[in-house]
Nanobody, 111 residues
Framework: QVQLVESGGGLVQTGGSLRLSCAAS????????MGWYRQAPGKEHELVAT???????NYADSVKGRFTISRNNAKNSVYLQMNSLKPEDTAVYYC?????WGQGTQVTVSS
């Protein structure tokens, strides 16, 4: 059974930083593609970033140069470092593996 548990969200001012964590169980993150998605109120689910088993990364245009996805195989976790945050980054952020989703963590960026 796959379980993904996100943490690290919160309230931050414009220009601030947050680091989201996703602790996985039931899978080995180093052997699988993982991703971060977000959903803002009234908007569609949006892909934010992905990382492949080989370590290749991909980002939404809206976060390129500001967000970094990474993983720690020893901790079986995936991270999303978010810098230069903007109000439009406000959303619930979800960790993803295949059809599996975490419960989400709220990120709120105040202007």
């Amino acid at each position: 059974q796959v379980q993904l548990v996100e943490s690290g969200g919160g309230l931050v001012q414009t220009g601030g930083s947050l680091r989201l964590s996703c602790a996985a169980s039931g899978i080995i993150v180093g052997f699988n593609a993982m991703g971060w998605y977000r959903q803002a109120p009234g908007k569609e689910h949006e892909l934010v970033a992905t990382i492949t088993s080989g370590g290749s990364t991909n980002y939404a245009d809206s976060v390129k140069g500001r967000f970094t996805i990474s993983r720690n195989n020893a901790k079986n976790s995936v991270y999303l470092q978010m810098n230069s945050l903007k109000p439009e980054d406000t959303a619930v952020y979800y960790c993803n593996y295949g059809d599996n989703w975490g419960q989400g963590t709220q990120v709120t960026v105040s202007s």
